[in-house]
């Protein structure tokens, strides 16, 4: 694949289309894993406080065979790491911090979804723990995650600290991170990943745990092998003028009527807060198989979690993220920026554990990765005091050249997942 | 040679694999000259009598099958099968049948759902039945054992020998199993019915070519 | 009709005067597979569809239900050779479900060795289907399959795709205009209830089979035999449906009969 560089920009050269430019620092040349169908396009964990623009992604490796790295860290999972050594090395960290005087021994974030039920659940019932839950509000509730979050707290018996932040802060957070990203989500990412560190520093829970690792979706394989989360996800000594948020500088903010103040919720923990309250990160997926599907068995024959009863818009899934209704737009943007949509996500993942083979995969992101979320737009939209128009046509404006050609009306990827 | 009678309707393939249980084969097929050949004649069928009879009649099959039976030739109608034996039936108007049997095939009564105790029709399911005679057909643990039904319309025969077994629907009394001759019909599917079904079709076949079972299989006598 | 003979008035069918209640396992096929949903979804392996398919019909199963879950997702029929395997040698009633779409498909799961097919999705989609597959093969080949999702008190909304797509249909409403169709049976699966094991949705089997003539099917829910009896008793539906109970072990075929005669049901033993 050719490519040239030219005013600080690179174009994949086509040839029939010619230059053709490559958008996001991804690779020019599309492929497909040869186990699931993720493709190269796909991005790794950002630090978001750092996302501008013109920031160049870090995406997922594929290695010599053509296979990526998450499939290659599913090929350990199944084969290669000892489960019982690990599951003693969780026991031991469980013996070390569970509390003797009655306080919450460690915090686990969630939302009471399938995987936050899973680990919340099984640190109390099985390794004694005493659990403090800690949940960071989605943009807008859907009926069913705010009926799963309850019956989580309910019915599986958890403590819970819900953060709903200042809602015209966040909806203008979210405008920004849209027009200037086409990353909705971000707000929600920001104070969510801040959130558990900053609570455990505050009440001296000195361990968290979060479910699985990224690693398991595509983050640097060398992550994987640590049990503990790199600090510089969640914590930061960055000034406060070095940070950007939807994509805009943060000394910008006020012009577009955010209080600086109102960013604290959005911020790190600072490392200093950590260290003085020696707050220990884990993955629970470091020490036990993770498995999504059993999680959802799991939180269904332990807290009622319900599945929503209808397909979820942009894949076939109807148990993964269905508590908040902006979160179809998140991976819908991806679809527009990296050509990665909601199926292929959930198809990959049910791959690597080996519930669908890769032809029917394929047939899935087929079916249904292209597919626009309907269902709650009115609502996005008012949310985001956008009309329809402009929505679409500022995702248009993201869509990096080299993975998209337009067909008269209507746009078609270039390469497509075989 | 066991022929089965393929007309378009039926599960043929059931009761090929039912027979192969005890080591019997049969030959399938639609053609008069197998139906003139054969030493006994399986007419099996699901669907309606008209459309049924019709079939039988444009395949140039009712002539041999009343020839065969006229011969003494061993027959057993299953189902729909057992329905084309009698002589008429009331079902999408009034057909005439092969007239093997003196007698009739009536709708079943509909209770209606008011009564939720009633069998609702078609009558679908397992029932057991009232045996009215010591015929070989019937099994050793003859007041339990159940077999399998699907049907809307019962066979009503004129002479009370010819009945075997009787079941009653809704207060309608009809033939779950008839005799006349060397002429067997069930309204079950024996090829459904489990081992009972399976025991059933093996004394059918022991009793019309005077054979034993031995180790499970029907074999010829010595 | 007139009894024709002296015999005396017989009562309906056993003659302990019930009617045995139909118990059928119910098999959720992907691929090679039996797996288990939880509300439809998820697709935990459970087993091997002939291996558990024998054993059940060993163990004295009144019929089985086959269900292709991904047949809609992926556009294909691979079930049928499972059907074949288990028509050589099961002889109690099969059914096939899931991907059922034309007449065609329904000549190929006969031929194949099914006795019945079910079908839902091509149904909604195009009603008269009903009409054509009734006419061509009669109405006992023909059973609806209701997936029922309660929206109020009394009011189920129809799903199809294996609980995938909502329709906005009514339940009651779709059984009736399916049976004027010509349907012979009505396999009705409570979404909310299936997996659970928490018993099976009573206002809901109860409230279709007041409004249609033909057998209903109760499906979802079924932890217990008392499940099972409770919803016989209290529906009087012609049959039951079971599969988690009976997929993971909780109960067998044999000690599941033995629990519902002793609470004075008849079954097929």
């Known amino acids: 694949m050719k490519t040239l560089e030219k005013e600080g920009k690179t174009y994949a050269v086509h040839p029939v289309d010619g230059a053709l430019e490559v958008k996001y620092g991804l690779p020019a040349e599309v492929r497909f894993c040869t186990r699931c169908v993720i493709s190269n396009q796909r991005p790794s964990s950002a630090v978001e406080f750092a996302h501008k623009p013109d920031s160049k992604k870090h995406t997922i490796e594929f290695d010599e065979s053509g296979v990526c790295a998450a499939c290659r860290y599913a090929e350990r999972k199944a084969r290669e790491i000892d489960w019982t050594e690990r599951e003693r090395q969780l026991s031991a960290l469980c013996d070390r911090y569970r509390s003797r005087s009655g306080a919450y021994d460690c915090l686990v974030p969630g939302s009471g979804g399938k995987d936050s039920v899973y680990a919340s659940h099984i640190l109390k019932t099985k390794y004694g723990m005493h659990p403090l839950t800690v949940t960071w509000a989605p943009h807008l509730y859907t009926d069913v995650g705010w009926r799963n979050f309850t019956n989580w707290l309910h019915i599986g018996g958890f403590d819970n600290y819900l953060f709903t932040p200042d809602g015209r802060v966040h909806r203008k957070l979210t405008e920004l991170a849209y027009r200037n990203l086409l990353h909705p989500f971000q707000p929600f990412i920001l104070g969510q990943k801040n959130y558990a560190p900053k609570m455990a520093a505050r009440f001296g829970i000195p361990l968290v745990f979060y479910g699985e690792s990224e690693a398991e979706y595509g983050n640097p394989v060398a992550e994987t092998t640590k049990a503990a989360r790199e600090e510089k996800y969640f914590a930061a000594s960055a000034a406060l003028n070095q940070m950007y948020f939807g994509g805009v500088p943060a000394a910008e903010l006020p012009r577009h009527g955010i209080d600086l103040r109102a960013l604290e919720p959005y911020m790190p923990a600072r490392v200093d807060d950590l260290r003085r309250a020696k707050v220990a990160v884990h993955y629970l997926g470091y020490y036990l198989k993770w498995t999504p599907q059993e999680c959802y068995y799991y939180a269904a024959e332990h807290t009622q979690f319900e599945a929503n009863t209808e397909r979820t818009e942009g894949t076939y899934s109807k148990y993964n993220s269905i508590d908040d209704k902006t979160d179809p737009y998140h991976y819908w943007t991806t679809y527009m920026k990296f050509g990665i949509g909601r199926a292929t996500y959930d198809a990959a993942q049910e791959i690597r554990n080996a519930h669908i083979t890769r032809e029917e995969g394929v047939a899935l992101v087929h079916r249904y990765d292209h597919e626009v979320p309907r269902k709650f737009l009115a609502e996005f939209l008012a949310y985001l005091s956008m009309d329809e128009a402009e929505f679409f046509s500022i995702a248009d404006g993201f869509r990096s050249p080299h993975l998209w050609q337009k067909a008269g009306d209507s746009w078609q990827l270039r390469h497509k997942v075989a | 040679m066991i022929h089965v009678v393929d007309y378009g309707r039926g599960n043929l393939f059931s009761i090929v694999q039912a027979l192969r249980q005890f080591g019997l084969e049969a030959s399938v097929s639609g053609r008069p000259a197998d139906v003139e050949r054969a030493d006994t004649i399986i007419l099996p069928g699901v669907g309606a009598f008209g459309d049924a009879m019709a079939a039988l009649d444009g395949g140039g099959l009712t002539s041999p099958l009343r020839s065969a039976a006229s011969r003494g030739v061993p027959m057993l109608g299953i189902c729909l099968g057992l329905q084309l034996f009698m002589e008429s039936s009331e079902e999408f108007g009034h057909h005439k049948g092969l007239g093997l049997i003196p007698g009739d095939v009536r709708r079943l009564s509909d209770a209606g759902h008011q009564d939720p105790s009633a069998v609702r029709i078609p009558n679908v399911g397992w029932r057991a039945l009232r045996w009215e005679t010591r015929d070989p057909l019937r099994p050793a643990a003859y007041e339990q054992t159940m077999f399998y039904f699907v049907h809307s319309y019962g066979v009503v025969p004129r002479e009370p020998e010819d009945w075997v077994a009787s079941l009653t629907i809704n207060g309608d009394r009809i033939a779950s199993v008839v005799r006349r001759g060397a002429i067997v019909g069930c309204q079950f599917h024996p090829e459904k019915s489990g081992p009972a079904g399976l025991a059933f079709l093996r004394a059918f076949f022991e009793s019309a070519m005077g054979r034993r079972t031995e180790g499970g299989r029907v074999r010829e006598d010595a | ?269």
């Open chain 3, 1 to 269: 009709m007139t009894p024709t003979s002296s015999i005396a008035h017989a009562p309906s069918c056993g003659l302990s005067g019930a009617l045995p209640v139909r118990l059928i396992a119910r098999l959720d096929i992907k691929g090679a597979n039996v797996i288990k949903g939880v509300h439809l979804e998820g697709l935990r392996v459970v087993g091997q569809p002939a291996e558990m398919a024998h054993r059940y019909y060993a163990d004295g199963v009144d019929e089985i239900v086959y269900m292709d879950v991904v047949a809609s997702l992926y556009g294909r029929n691979s079930i049928l050779d499972v059907i074949t395997a288990a028509a050589r040698d099961i002889f109690v009633p099969l059914t096939v479900g899931g991907g059922i779409r034309s007449v065609t498909d329904i000549i190929a799961a006969l031929r194949a060795g099914a006795d019945k097919v079910a079908i839902n999705t091509a149904a909604l989609a195009r009603p008269d289907f009903l009409r054509e597959a009734a006419r061509a093969f009669g109405s006992q080949c023909i059973v609806l399959s209701i997936e029922a999702k309660r929206r109020g008190p009394a009011a189920w909304e129809a799903l199809t795709d294996n609980g995938r797509e909502r329709t906005g249909r009514d339940v009651l409403n779709w059984a009736e205009e399916a049976e004027s169709l010509g349907i012979g049976e009505i396999l009705l699966t409570s979404v909310d209830m299936e997996g659970t094991r928490k018993g099976f949705d009573i206002d809901l089997i109860s409230a279709v089979r007041a409004r249609v003539r033909v057998p209903v099917i109760a499906s979802g829910g079924a932890g217990f035999p008392d499940d099972v009896a409770d919803v016989a008793r209290a529906t009087s539906c012609d049959a039951v449906a079971i599969a988690g109970m009976l997929h993971h072990g909780l109960e067998t075929l044999p000690s599941l009969k033995t629990a519902l005669a002793k609470r004075g049901m008849t079954v097929r033993l």
